[in-house]
């Protein structure tokens, strides 16, 4: 199946479970086109090379979330285009961290409190035109950074955070790279940002995140394998795909 087949799987499947008539639908695609023509977001489509929690793509995640957001953010007073575009750049960490041997010195630099700010910088860093002016940037940079709420994110205090994406947070233009420093240094404990996004749209992502994961992508082994790096689950699932071919 070719990435266009498995977006057009992937959509049809989100809208349905999440009820989305024809005008959600094309409003949607209007927020989200730009994103999906990115190779490196049609790359996170495929189960195979970015599983998340078990074996939903991560593609499919960020969609997922995104139309929830899209849901929770109709008829309120928060901006659905930027709460939107939060929910399409949260997860887009750099590489895969289930089972993949990654061994990080520092336990606050294990995936779950860090990958938020590989997302960041990643969104920064494929898709410039969404990060122009200050306060749209600091809009979404706070969203992504503190989506996974109540869970902490790790603090860009000056110590080594052992990031996958390193070398980009050093090439981001000043004023994004001191936003997403910033953003995590806030209600800081120790190595640790403890609080919610600012601004009301990170806060509908944050619940968009949690509605999606508990009701769909969740199970105990893959939300443990944003600590310990290990997903059984993923290894059973891996092993029944190999033996059926």
């Not at 995590?184 to 749209?201: A, D, G, H, N």
């Amino acid at each position: 199946m070719n990435t266009n087949e498995t977006l057009n799987q992937t959509l049809n499947k989100i809208w349905l479970k999440y009820k989305f008539n024809d005008t959600d639908k094309l409003n949607f695609l209007a927020i989200i086109s730009p994103i999906l023509t990115h190779p490196e977001f049609r790359k996170r489509l495929d189960s195979s090379l970015y599983p998340h929690h078990d074996t939903t793509s991560l593609g499919e995640h960020i969609l997922s979330d995104a139309a929830v957001t899209y849901k929770l953010s109709q008829n309120s007073k928060t901006n659905q285009y930027l709460a939107v575009i939060i929910a399409m750049f949260h997860d887009l960490y750099e590489i895969p961290w289930q089972n993949s041997g990654i061994v990080k010195n520092d336990f606050f630099n294990k995936h779950g409190f860090v990958h938020p700010i590989e997302g960041a910088i990643n969104a920064a860093t494929w898709y410039p035109e969404f990060f122009n002016q200050d306060k749209k940037s600091e809009i979404i940079i706070d969203g992504i950074i503190h989506h996974m709420f109540p869970f902490p994110v790790r603090a860009l205090n000056g110590d080594d955070i052992e990031l996958n994406n390193q070398i980009k947070l050093a090439e981001l233009p000043i004023n994004i790279r001191n936003i997403i420093i910033s953003s995590t240094m806030r209600s800081k404990i120790r190595k640790i940002s403890l609080c919610s996004s600012k601004f009301s749209e990170g806060k509908i992502v944050s619940k968009a995140d949690k509605v999606v994961s508990f009701s769909k992508d969740f199970t105990i082994p893959g939300a443990l394998a944003c600590i310990t790096g290990i997903n059984k689950n993923l290894e059973n699932a891996l092993e029944e795909q190999n033996k059926s071919r």
